[in-house]
């Protein structure tokens, strides 16, 4: 076997990482190690970039920092050329070489060696190759991949925002383990158990991420990205310090030859046969009709025009050798429009139609054999008109319509990122990175009645849910959003020991302020119970026989800027010949800074990382890998903002004696008001004195072989996480009027009104250690409420995890890809993460069941994220020299486990302020996750496509169908069972209702490429 003979052991190991976007090599030069003049020179094929290194004593290389592409890998021994061979070199990992050596002819074609165990490993369409260098179990996907199997790399979703595309999209499409709730939840891949909130996201180095949020960031066209890695758990290190995966990707380059080409995906309007409508989750009657609906939308009825998302490139050398230019321009035109109706009794109707322009330029400098520079830049434009009318008749879109209002959603986005990279010598090297990422985002109003009085008018003690503004915030103010990040990662490679130091900075600013209500919010209890009564917001007591109207209005948000900063030193040590053991270490500093530029928090975290490469039978043909690791996140600036900056939410209540036609009271008296308010005039009141951040305790051990199988690659994976500390925002102490048990504990030392005026940030478990003005004289003091005393129990998460994966790449022999991948996964605790993936309603505030202590009851069970069996299998075949090929995939995972939530039954407690977030049911107490659970479901994608080649042409067509069986599985019911009027428990009319998997749908696809 031609690849047999490579030897990896020993090697000067490259030690990548998923998150880099370059790659490596590593070989030996067998019996030319005694050979003084030997070289290996490493020539990239497409830009004739060149590196020579000198064999070590016994024979081995390995040199890092390569761009992505296929290599041409050289022995010379003074002039002669001894052997060649070529290998393809992907970003985040390391590729093991054929051994160079004068005995033997090498390969020059890499599809003449795609039969072996070794080509078989650097297929571009393997998804788990084997990487002997470093315990990381890297998964990788290339633009081919993407290809073959249908995903859609447009990047944009056509919803305006950057959180849903590409790179947040590809985990769920190949990787069984991060199966998450296809509706009713973030949307996003959960790795380890987390929530879809807490996985970082890269490109070309720069961390997208969404701080705000924890959302993904890609802000480059999907057509520009040639590879996407992930990694799910045991990062190294150097990058990631998160508690879900880590997924980046690398974007495409010039080389010396000039090419060009477009690519358009289209996307057919709502049809019976094609793409059938959803079935929005509603209220079934008893003769079969809905009769009430969350939102509606385009995707539940009425119509879409056919939408195209097009790119267009251009690459080539502005200096042959040199200077290569990438040059592409994205946008949604004809501008996608849809009509439709919404509300949730589709009193409404829309005309909607969304922009989207995305230019981007890529520019690489091979300044010398040693030296490269990458630039990337990149522009998002994106805009979104619609008009609204109201109904006469809700549900009929024929009857006749009243204007009602203009809203135009403006997107801003830009992103630069510039990396320099360094070979210092045989045994150093050093790689900076710098970049900038900026968001903005607001809606602008037109109509009359854009700030008028709002009404929902509640009848009998049934809520109708028609307030005029939909939940909108009434306020202009835009959304503002940047980050500055710069990294240094510094290599040295000594004897054995692969040595590795490095830090970063990301700073990021944020603006978000909202207003509520300013100009009116009433609703009006138009009946009189004969006895007293209390409100089901605030409690405020309601005198018996009297008509009530009560208003609101809200002040949220505001600025602020977050640093993170983060060092590592790692050791990668060839301990044996086949043995890599690799100790790491990061330090990190998380600081948030109030409005007025005091720094509020600052916290410093020490997180270890150990792990374990064995070369099973010395050819990098079977890999067993071992890793270990504590994990932390940065607060995200949603939980920083409800912590640090002021809000006010505002209860009059009045007494009535009619209502004039603009929507105000008449002669409106008032006899009570309520206050939630959280006002940050000290830093010191932020948070508990004792706060650390977040950590979760990773550990794997996984299996890797492409030798048993011929032509097949498989692995095996085993994961553990364990939450060990979370951080939550607390509000028991912030809710006036309300009793809670740390409000009992500080009454029962002598504090007469312990209440303050702000959210506290706060470690649920650990004792609590507060400074604020609890005597309400202006003066700061500190109390200590144990831990058994607050009620908030020690977070819990425990995550495990088994996969099964199997690859078989497509090669000349054997036409056809296939990648299976099972997982069985358990997740039992009381802590779904940053973001309530069971509880969407709750939004991501942390977890809404530490924001309470009394939430906390029942919160114990299986958590979301407990999918305890998921399949996933991708397949493409190609017929011969016809061009045709075809593919499919099956998705199939077990329901969702099922919970209920109600407003807190006592109505004296804090808890019960926080709307229908706890575990109770018709007034029955019931556990998380205890009441069954949701049905199994599978579904069938497919594609095809036909490519034909003339000259230097290429033309390709592809036809897309997801759900192809159109499968009508229940995959949610809505879990909010009811809110209490007084004392008494009112239903929610949503509770109940359902959703489906996701009908039939099609898009196609034309591309053409020059060269």
Not at 543 to 559: D, E, I, M, Q, W
Not at 611 to 623: C, E, I, N, Q
Not at 705 to 721: A, H, I, K, M, R
């Amino acid at each position: 076997m031609l690849f047999g003979a490579i030897v990896a052991a020993a090697v000067a190991l490259p030690a990548l990482h998923a998150q880099e976007s370059s790659g490596g090599l590593y070989g030996a030069v067998g019996m030319y190690a005694r050979d003084a003049g030997a070289q290996v020179v490493i020539r990239n094929v497409n830009t004739n970039a060149t590196q020579r290194r000198k064999p070590d004593a016994s024979g081995k290389y390995a040199i890092s920092g390569l761009s992505p592409g296929e290599y041409e890998i050289a022995l010379v021994s003074g002039e002669q050329t001894v052997a060649s061979t070529r290998a393809v070199v992907r970003p985040g990992s390391s590729t093991a070489v054929a051994q160079l050596d004068g005995r033997q002819a090498a390969a020059t074609d890499l599809g003449e060696v795609k039969v072996t165990a070794r080509g078989i490993n650097n297929a571009t369409d393997n998804t788990a190759p084997i990487d002997v260098s470093t315990p990381e179990l890297v998964r990788q996907y290339s633009q081919e991949l993407f290809r073959k199997t249908g995903v859609d790399t447009s990047g944009n979703n056509g919803t305006g925002g950057p959180y849903s595309n590409l790179l947040t999209a590809l985990p769920q499409q190949f990787m069984s383990q991060v199966a998450s709730q296809p509706y009713g939840g973030s949307g996003y891949a959960s790795f380890g158990g987390g929530s879809g909130t807490e996985t970082r996201y890269y490109v070309n180095e720069f961390d997208t991420t969404f701080d705000y949020n924890g959302a993904g960031a890609n802000m480059v066209p999907g057509e520009m990205i040639g590879y996407a890695t992930v990694i799910a758990n045991g990062a190294s290190a150097k990058y990631s310090n998160a508690m879900g995966g880590s997924v980046s990707a690398a974007t495409k380059s010039g080389d010396n030859t000039w090419r060009a080409g477009f690519s358009s995906y289209i996307v057919p309007p709502y049809s019976r046969l094609l793409r059938r409508h959803t079935e929005d989750y509603a209220l079934i009657d008893a003769d079969g009709n809905r009769t009430w609906f969350l939102e509606g939308g385009s995707a539940t009825n009425g119509q879409q025009q056919t939408a195209f998302n097009n790119t267009f490139w251009v690459s080539g050398p502005l200096v042959q050798d040199r200077l290569f230019v990438n040059l592409a321009y994205q946008d949604a035109e004809p501008a996608s429009r849809s009509r439709y109706m919404y509300g949730s009794t589709l009193g409404y109707f829309a005309q909607f139609m969304h922009t989207y322009h995305n230019p981007a330029a890529t520019l690489t400098w091979n300044i010398t054999e040693n030296q490269t520079l990458d630039l990337v830049a990149a522009r998002n434009k994106t805009k979104d008109y619609t008009t609204i009318w109201k109904l006469e008749v809700p549900g009929n879109p024929q009857s006749s319509r009243d204007y009602f209002r203009n809203v135009l959603f403006n997107m801003k986005e830009d992103f630069y990122v510039g990396r320099y990279r360094w070979h210092m010598n045989d045994s150093m090297d050093l790689s900076l990175m710098g970049g900038y990422f900026t968001h903005s985002e607001q809606n602008l109003f037109a109509g009359s009645d854009i700030f008028a009085q709002r009404i929902s008018h509640d009848s009998a003690g049934k809520n109708i849910y028609n307030v005029l503004s939909d939940g909108s915030p009434d306020s202009e103010t835009p959304f503002q959003y940047s980050k500055r990040g710069f990294r240094a990662d510094w290599v040295w490679q000594l004897g054995a020991h692969k040595i590795g130091a490095g830090a970063e900075h990301y700073r990021f600013y944020e603006n978000n302020q909202s207003t509520y209500g300013k100009s009116g919010h009433y609703t009006y209890f138009d009946y009189a119970v004969a006895s007293p009564s209390r409100d089901d917001v605030s409690g405020i007591a309601i005198p018996a026989n009297t008509p009530y109207l009560r208003s609101f209005v809200s002040y949220y948000g505001g600025p602020l800027t977050q640093a993170n900063r983060g060092t590592y030193v790692e050791d990668y040590w060839q301990a044996l010949d086949d043995l890599v053991v690799y100790a790491g270490v990061r330090r990190d500093n998380n600081q948030s800074m109030l409005d007025t530029g005091q720094r509020a928090l600052n916290f410093w975290t020490t997180s270890p990382r150990f792990g374990l490469s064995w070369d099973v039978r010395g050819d990098s043909s079977m890999k067993a890998g071992f890793t270990y690791g504590l994990y932390s996140m940065a607060v995200p600036g949603v939980i920083l903002d409800n912590a640090l900056n002021d809000s006010i939410q505002q209860y009059t209540y009045y007494t009535y004696a009619g209502i004039h036609a603009d929507g105000t009271p008449v002669d409106p008296r008032q006899f009570g008001s309520y206050t939630v308010a959280s006002k940050v005039s000290d830093p010191r009141v932020v948070a508990s004195r004792n706060i650390k951040t977040s950590q979760q305790q990773n550990i794997g051990l996984y299996f890797q072989d492409n030798g048993t199988f011929p032509n097949w690659s498989q692995t095996v994976e085993l994961n553990y996480s364990n939450v060990k500390r979370a951080i939550s925002a607390w509000r028991d102490l912030s809710t006036p009027g309300h009793g809670s048990a740390a409000e009992r504990y500080l009454r029962s030392l002598g504090d007469a009104d312990p209440h303050i005026d702000n959210v506290v940030l706060v470690n649920p478990g650990r004792d609590l250690v507060l400074t604020n003005d609890f005597d309400h004289d202006g003066t700061l003091k500190t109390v200590v409420v144990p831990a058994w005393a607050s009620g908030l129990p020690k977070p819990k998460r425990k995550a495990y995890t088994f996969v099964v994966e199997m690859v078989h790449p497509e090669t000349p022999e054997q036409p056809f890809f296939l990648q299976a991948s099972y997982t069985w996964k358990h997740v039992w605790g009381n802590y779904e993460g940053y973001y309530a993936e069971g509880d969407p309603a709750s939004n991501m505030l942390g977890s809404q069941v530490f924001q309470y202590a009394a939430l906390t009851q029942g919160a114990s069970g299986n958590l979301p994220q407990d999918i305890r069996h998921a399949f996933v299998l991708n397949t493409a075949h190609t017929f011969g020299s016809s061009g045709f090929s075809a593919g499919l995939g099956v998705n199939w995972q077990s329901g969702a486990n099922k919970s209920c939530y109600s407003q807190y039954p006592i109505l004296t407690d804090a808890a019960s302020t926080a709307g229908e977030h706890a575990y109770y049911c018709g007034g029955v107490a019931v556990s998380r996750g205890s009441l069954g659970r949701l049905p199994s479901w599978w579904l069938l994608n497919a594609n095809t496509a036909w490519e034909h080649a003339w000259g230097p042409h290429r033309l390709r067509l592809e036809f897309n169908i997801g759900n192809l069986l159109n499968k009508q599985t229940l995959v949610f019911v809505d879990p909010y069972y009811g809110y209490y009027n007084g004392s008494t428990l009112v239903r929610e009319n949503r509770y109940g209702g359902q959703a489906y998997l996701a009908p039939r749908s099609a898009s196609f696809a034309i591309r053409y490429n020059w060269n």
